[in-house]
């Protein structure tokens, strides 16, 4: 199969592309203090950031690896956590917080990136769905450390023990992880790494053959993966600053998964068009609609026909679309020419 | 003793239940290679049918039943024909987020059709039970466990004595070869469909008179049957059957005597340990690949 190159990603200039893309995004606070955009957009941008952080690190293993993972709401959900009992009940500062909540998520995902090795595609997704189901009725349980019911409060970081970012800081903050999470799975999946795991996906066993090591690639790929939805936990905890237990359900991990699927398998940029599709666009639109904005379950409905339909019809999503009313605008200017 | 008893009669009542959507849920695997994520939501859709056609237009209960069961046949029917029969060329993943999608669907469209608001279901016999050992079983929960496992005989039956058995085992052995050989795979699949449709709401009839008919009713049941499923191994039918009882009654046993409130978990980390040291579960078999 060939993967066709949305034509307004530059490949000689990718990195310079993120930078460009995370400037722009920093315009957002600019945009609503001169009173052109509503100041609740700041939330869901920043929410859209926070899951496209998590959605890049699972693509990585839907996409790249084809290894399915329903437990990201789980690492998401320990992450934030671990983070704001570090920083309001510990007194920790904000990067040793952030060191304990990477480092945690990180030896679970390693461990089940253990028993992956012996389990197949369908065996694995039960598998980190129960995981994920355990981790979630910890929080519901370890009331001493994250409140039960009632949610866990954090505040915005405080960078090196003196610098204390308000909300437009902890804003920029997130765009600065979000370009640079993109400009480090770019590099992975341009380098070695990602032929190894597009080998492993077209065949396991021939890529053993020319020599890839299975579980070193399998490792990294769940280590990133749930590093990356650690990090969007922390993110989540420190700009959202409230969490609790039903945030962290299946439905959180089906989202971010549909966001792939949706936005556009193996692409960096499509993933955080799909969520924004899955996150932002009920809010932004579907809310607006007549009789059926208001009901109750609309966007989930919206959502579950797009992922049927994409999937049917569209399987590389909806990021080429673009691209090919390029190509299907430059046929019809073709033949009304001659 | 008898509080034993009592646990292991209480067990075979919620083994019964996962049983059936387990049940579901491998016919699905074997004649689409699908697995079906949606059994519990779309059990917990024609639940609500249920409830509705008891509730509101006042039907009893039985009928109501039967009109669930209705409502679940053409439920499972319209989801094949209008997406699955489609879906053949889509790689086995990505035919997984598809029954994710269906989950999402039928949960929104739920609350459009019958409100947020929770309902109530009650049992098909209110009163009475049966002493056993010390222990006591409801009436209902015998007629839970007998009529699942009188709907297990009658499929069991089905599948291996008839020609319509053998048709879909032969669909979920090879389903190319299956239709080379003039089995008419695409009615098969959508009987398989409507079948485990029904199934899933047999069970959501028989879980909501313990809670009330929310969204979230059939969570626990469809978690609980995708890991009876891993347990007993997705080779055969039979195996999830018997995953499911273990489960049933491991669970309950695990809540009463080690811990009520941990119990649940250690019985999922029980199982995910057990299916690293024998990944294709308890009857399963290692299906060899060729490169």
């Excluded at chain 1, 905890?237 to 359900?249: D, L, N, V």
């Excluded at chain 2, 039967?66 to 409502?71: K, L, P, R, T």
């Excluded at chain 2, 009436?139 to 008839?162: D, E, K």
């Amino acid at each position: 199969m060939k993967l066709k190159r949305p034509s307004f990603i530059v490949k000689k200039n990718a990195h310079l592309n993120y930078v460009l893309f995370g400037v722009a995004l920093c315009l957002v606070p600019l945009l609503i203090e001169l009173g052109l955009l509503r100041n609740s957009y700041l939330t869901l941008v920043g929410s859209v950031i926070i899951y496209s952080v998590a959605a890049i690190g699972l693509n990585l293993l839907l996409g790249w690896s084809g290894l399915i993972s329903l437990g990201t709401a789980g690492f998401m959900g320990l992450a934030a956590y671990i983070s704001a009992y570090a920083t309001v009940n510990l007194k920790l500062p904000f990067e040793i917080a952030v060191l304990l909540a990477l480092s945690i998520p990180l030896a679970v995902g390693i461990l089940v990136g253990l028993v992956s090795l012996k389990i197949e595609g369908l065996y694995l997704a039960i598998a980190t769905l129960s995981v994920s189901e355990i981790l979630r009725k910890s929080f519901e349980e370890f009331g001493d450390i994250t409140n039960g019911f009632s949610g866990k409060t954090a505040s915005y970081p405080k960078l090196l023990g003196f610098f204390q970012l308000d909300k437009y800081g902890t804003y920029i903050l997130l765009v600065v992880v979000l370009v640079g999470v993109m400009i480090l799975i770019h590099n992975m999946i341009n380098g070695q790494m990602g032929r190894a795991l597009n080998a492993m996906r077209g065949s396991e066993a021939a890529a053993q053959a020319m020599g890839v090591h299975l579980l070193k690639y399998r490792l990294v790929a769940f280590a990133l993966a749930t590093s990356l939805a650690a990090l969007s936990g922390i993110l989540y905890i420190h700009f959202i600053k409230y969490t609790y237990p039903p945030t962290w359900t299946l439905g959180m991990s089906l989202n971010i998964l549909s966001a792939i699927i949706i936005g556009g398998v193996r692409n960096i940029y499509g993933t955080i068009l799909g969520v924004f599709v899955v996150f932002a666009v009920p809010d932004l639109f579907l809310k607006q609609i007549p009789y059926f904005g208001a009901m109750p379950g609309f966007a989930y409905i919206v959502n579950g026909i797009l992922i049927i339909v994409v999937i049917m019809y569209y399987p590389y999503g909806l990021i080429y679309l673009g691209n090919d009313m390029k190509k299907l605008w430059g046929k019809v200017k073709a033949k009304v020419k001659p | 003793m008898s509080t034993f008893v009592q646990l292991v009669l209480r067990s075979l009542e919620t083994g019964s239940i996962y049983s059936l959507a387990a049940l579901g849920i491998i016919i699905i695997y074997r004649t689409s290679n699908i697995t079906h994520f949606a059994q519990g939501a779309m059990g917990m859709f024609n639940t609500f049918v249920v409830t509705f056609l008891f509730t509101t237009a006042g039907m009893p209960l039985w009928l109501a039943i039967i009109g669930g069961m209705v409502s679940a046949l053409i439920t499972g029917f319209t989801v094949d024909f209008v997406i699955i029969r489609h879906t053949k060329k889509v790689s086995p993943v990505a035919k997984q987020i598809i029954t994710l999608g269906l989950i999402m669907i039928f949960v929104g469209v739920t609350p459009f059709l019958f409100g947020v608001d929770p309902l109530n279901l009650p049992q098909l016999i209110p009163t009475g039970s049966l002493p056993v050992a010390g222990a006591s079983i409801s009436f209902n929960g015998i007629l839970n466990i007998g009529f699942g496992l009188s709907v297990m005989a009658v499929l069991f039956y089905v599948l291996q004595r008839t020609k319509w058995g053998l048709a879909i085992r032969t669909t979920a052995s090879n389903e190319f070869t299956a239709r080379l050989m003039g089995v008419p795979t695409k009615t098969v699949t959508m009987v398989a469909w409507a079948v485990a449709a029904v199934l899933g709401v047999l069970a959501g009839v028989m879980t909501a008179p313990f809670t009330s008919v929310t969204l979230n009713l059939m969570d626990g049941v469809q978690l609980n049957a995708l890991i009876a499923c891993v347990l007993g191994g997705f080779q055969t039918f039979y195996g999830p059957v018997l995953g499911a009882y273990i489960i049933g009654i491991a669970k309950n046993l695990l809540v009463y005597y080690v811990s009520s409130v941990w119990g649940e978990q250690l019985l999922y980390l029980g199982i995910l340990i057990f299916i690293v040291f024998r990944p294709y579960g308890l009857i399963g078999k290692k299906i060899v690949k060729k490169v």
